[in-house]
């Protein structure tokens, strides 16, 4: 699926000029012509990367930056006139990965774009794969490999295998472990999370044993030290 980029700005020529651009190469575009209108937009649509006007009414490119700092790491280029260093180190201070200032090459502008939205995605890759061991876990394949085999795993137990992946080391609870898998926080029968973890142990063979049992506690899994 084409990756989504967010252009906002508030002269509208320039967000039709970009928006035209990066259609021509391909990309979905979301328009918005203010910073609460970029909030708006993103509570409906993945955004894959953002194209931020710093100068722009209601909510300014570097309040809206930070907004959107906290809820994803997506690439963000901020797009002003201004061509100070100080709001270039602020920018990037901020969360920007990069700054273009206006007026700006369409051909420079789309190749940074792309060279973040790779980098974007080698890193989103890198991190879909978990390791531990002889261990490797899948995640976007919902699928577990031990000694280069896929193991035969039930969702439950995968999604418990995740949770411990995450948890590394950890002492978990029974109770916490049927809370984040079977989305409970109020438990039911834990005496399945025993179950599942004697099973998966079972399933994943000759690193089974890096699932420890914490006697009147719960149970962690165990990393190389």
Known sequence: MPNRIMVADDDREIVEIISDALTDEGYLVSCAY????????????KIDAFILDIMMPEMDGLE??????????????ILSAKSRDIDKVIGLQVGADDYVAKPFSMDELIARLNAHLRREHKREKAE???????????????QAVVNGVPADLS??????????FTNKDRVLTREQIYSAVWNDRYGGD??????????????????GHRIKTIWGIGYKLEGDG
């Open 64 to 77: 809206t930056l930070n907004h959107i700092r906290r809820e994803t790491d997506a690439p963000v280029l």
């Open 34 to 45: 203010n910073g609460l209108q970029v909030l708006d937009l993103m509570q409906s649509e």
């Open 190 to 207: 834990l005496n399945t999370i025993t179950v599942h973890i004697k099973n998966l142990r079972s399933k994943l063979g000759s690193e």
């Open 155 to 164: 969702t439950k137990e995968f999604q418990i295998l995740s949770y411990l």
């Open 128 to 142: 879909d794969i978990l390791r531990l061991g002889q261990i490797e876990l899948h995640k976007s394949k919902w």
